[in-house]
């Protein structure tokens, strides 16, 4: 096992509740990977690698402004934009990796510490199925960071749903990942709690034999993650869930 990095296998759950109700329940697993510790692992493990293919992968094109620019100096560079300086910090990234050179994160968190250890910010990194991508930075308050808990809230900026509008905030609850991770994510409108969705995980070393066996009980994940958002979303449809509008995209969304 290298420093911070990890593997977590666990679930999403999310529950909407208006107008119609509706519960989804899947297996995950994501990879935390200390942006400074990528290329070690690239060169001892061998079924993870940077920048080619392999059983799992990491591509920084994948992530932030999709150029291929240092993933972490593009998140240093959208601290700075909200006034939140972590220096020599370490910037640690959850997300599902490439599975035989595919992959779907419909949200990638970054956990931004600040030098002694002490979570300063996140970034919720979310990309819609449209091709589009927008990343929330919020700083976390030195209070909260004392107690090792967070919770913050930003004003829904990417359409990432027919079946939700624009006029939505969302509040984000947790913790730094240790033995365990867990984040709450509710969004809410003008009526109050519309979907309240979970991720949860266990750690893991990241080995080979965990990467394997990771691979082989959730089989082509990224694959799946693409197929199980349309097939909920035929389910969401079947139960005539009124559809919205897509806008044009506001500022700060990226086009991919």
């Known amino acids: 096992?290298?420093?911070?990095?990890?593997?977590?296998?666990?679930?999403?759950?999310?529950?909407?509740?208006?107008?119609?109700?509706?519960?989804?329940?899947?297996?995950?697993?994501?990879?935390?990977?200390?942006?400074?510790?990528?290329?070690?692992?690239?060169?001892?493990?061998?079924?993870?690698?940077?920048?080619?293919?392999?059983?799992?992968?990491?591509?920084?094109?994948?992530?932030?402004?999709?150029?291929?620019?240092?993933?972490?100096?593009?998140?240093?560079?959208?601290?700075?934009?909200?006034?939140?300086?972590?220096?020599?910090?370490?910037?640690?990234?959850?997300?599902?990796?490439?599975?035989?050179?595919?992959?779907?994160?419909?949200i990638s968190l970054?956990?931004?510490?600040?030098?002694?250890?002490?979570?300063a910010a996140m970034v919720y990194e979310v990309t819609s199925t449209f091709g589009e991508r927008r990343s929330y930075v919020l700083p976390v308050p030195a209070a909260e960071a004392d107690d090792d808990r967070f919770r913050q809230q930003a004003d829904k900026r990417l359409y990432v749903s027919p079946f939700m509008g624009m006029e939505m905030d969302y509040v984000f609850r947790g913790r730094p990942p240790g033995e365990t991770l867990s984040l709450a994510i509710d969004g809410r409108d003008a009526?109050?709690?519309?979907?309240?969705?979970?991720?949860t995980g266990r750690r893991h070393p990241l080995t080979d034999r965990a990467l394997v066996a990771?691979?082989?009980?959730?089989?082509l994940l990224t694959l799946k993650v693409v197929a199980a958002i349309h097939?909920?979303?035929?389910?969401?449809?079947?139960?005539?869930?009124?559809?919205?509008?897509k806008p044009a995209p506001e500022p700060g969304v990226l086009v991919l």
């Open 231 to 245: 097939w909920e979303a035929l389910k969401l449809w079947l139960k005539r869930t009124p559809l919205t509008r």
């Open 214 to 219: 990771a691979a082989l009980s959730m089989p």
């Open 1 to 106: 096992m290298t420093g911070a990095s990890a593997l977590y296998v666990g679930g999403v759950f999310h529950t909407r509740l208006r107008p119609r109700r509706h519960r989804l329940k899947y297996r995950v697993f994501w990879l935390m990977l200390d942006l400074d510790e990528i290329d070690v692992l690239h060169r001892r493990l061998k079924t993870f690698s940077r920048g080619r293919f392999n059983l799992m992968g990491f591509y920084d094109r994948d992530h932030g402004d999709g150029s291929g620019a240092p993933l972490r100096a593009q998140i240093v560079a959208r601290l700075a934009e909200a006034g939140i300086d972590v220096g020599s910090g370490a910037i640690r990234l959850l997300t599902m990796p490439r599975v035989l050179g595919f992959v779907f994160n419909p």
């Open 191 to 199: 009526q109050g709690l519309l979907i309240a969705t979970a991720m």
């Open 110 to 119: 970054y956990y931004c510490h600040r030098p002694d250890g002490r979570l």
